[in-house]
């Protein structure tokens, strides 16, 4: 089993930034890729950023290239999302999700490919 847990959602002005970091257990967290996603209302869950076990590959969503970054530390089995350039269609609940990675350069961008979830952190955006 893997717990996550999300922090460091606020709200924000547009074109500022934000970190959301999350907090992982229950197994070593090098051995996980790790992917964010987020939910806004009346919306599905959509695809941000992923992240190999060791960090060497990453994926981000069209709409967030270039101003979101993901990353990791693994000794202190924390997984990062930084956010620049806000804007009010990034509000949503952001959660970070685990899939025990049996592949080195393994960073999945959907869903269904995750075991586990964290509860989300809400991220406002105001205009």
């Known amino acids: 089993q893997v717990q996550l847990e999300e922090s460091g959602g606020g709200v924000v002005q547009a074109g500022g930034s934000l970190r959301v970091s999350c907090a992982a257990s229950?197994?070593?967290?090098?051995?996980?890729?790790m992917g964010w996603f987020r939910q806004a209302p009346g919306k599905e869950r959509e695809f941000v950023a992923s992240?190999?076990?060791?960090?060497?590959?990453?994926y981000y969503a069209a709409s967030v290239e270039g101003r979101f970054t993901i990353s990791r530390n693994n000794p202190k089995n924390a997984l990062y999302l930084q956010m620049n350039s806000l804007k009010p269609e990034d509000t949503a609940v952001y959660s970070c999700?685990?899939?025990?990675?049996?592949?080195?350069?393994?960073?999945?961008?959907?869903?269904?490919?995750?075991?586990?979830w964290g509860q989300g952190t809400q991220v406002t955006v105001s205009s």
């Open positions: 999700a685990a899939k025990i990675a049996s592949l080195p350069l393994l960073a999945p961008t959907t869903p269904a490919s995750y075991t586990y």
């Open positions: 229950g197994r070593p967290f090098s051995g996980l890729a």
């Open positions: 992240i190999s076990r060791g960090g060497d590959t990453t």
